[in-house]
C-alpha cells in the first residue's frame, strides 16, 4: 500500500525525489506497526528502535542527496514508463518485508526473551555497521559536495570502493543474530540477511557502481591502482581479495 502510494505520486509527477524516502518510511512504518500489533515489550522495542534509526539516518541523508542531484540516474529510461517503473516499486516493496522477516518474526514471539550475550553481539555488529554506513556516506557526501568528479579514495573509501554497502550488510546481520532464539526461528528467518547481501553484492549495489566507474575511467592508470590496492567491500588497511 505505502509503495503503491509513492509509486504513483512518483510516476505522475515523473520525480525521484520520494523513491528513498518511500523506502526508509515503509520500515518505520511496518516496525510501529509490529510493535502495536505484537506488544510493546522491552525486546520488541530495542530491535524496532533499531530500525527506526537505521531508517530514519537513511531517509535524511537520502533525501538530501537528492535534493542536491534533483534526479536518480537509476531511473533514467523508465521513469516514464508505467511497468517498467512499477515493476521497481513493487520489487522495493516485497525487498522492504523479505529485509524485516526477522524482525517480523521476533517481534511476534519476544515476550520471553532477556537481554543476553548474543544480543550484545548482535547489537555490536548492529552499531559497527551504522557507524561505517554513516561515516562513509557523509565522507562520500562531502567529496561530491566539493566539486569532486572523479572517484573518492579517501577515509574509509581510501581501503575499500563500497564501504556504505559493507555498513548496511552488518546492521541487517547484526539485527538477525539479535532476533535468532532458535533453530527454527534461524532457518525461517535467514533469508533476511542473506537477501540484502545478495542484492547488494550482485545485483542493485555494486555491479552498477563497478560497471558505470569502470567505464568512466577506463584509461585512467590511477583508478586501475586504486581498484587493485583496494578491497572491494571490506574497509581495512589490507587486501583482502
Known sequence: MIQSIFFIFAYLFKTDKVTDLSYGLTFIIIVIFLLLNNGVSIPNLFVASLVIVWALRLIIYLFIRINKMNRDTRFDGIREKLLPFAKFWFLQGIAVWVI?????????????YTFNIQQFIGFMIFLLGFLTETISDYQKYTFKKNGNSSWINSGLWRYARHPNYFGEILCWWGIF?????SLSILLLTLIGPLSITFLLLFVTGIPPLEKRYNLKFKEDSKYQTY???????????FKLF
Do not use: A, G, R, W
Not at 543474530?177 to 532464539?181: G, K, S
Open 100 to 112: 524485516l522477516l526477522p524482525t517480523i518474526v521476533y517481534t511476534k514471539n519476544s515476550s520471553d
Open 177 to 181: 543474530i539479535i532476533c535468532t532464539h
Open 227 to 237: 581498484k587493485k590496492e583496494s578491497n572491494l567491500l571490506v574497509p581495512v588497511p
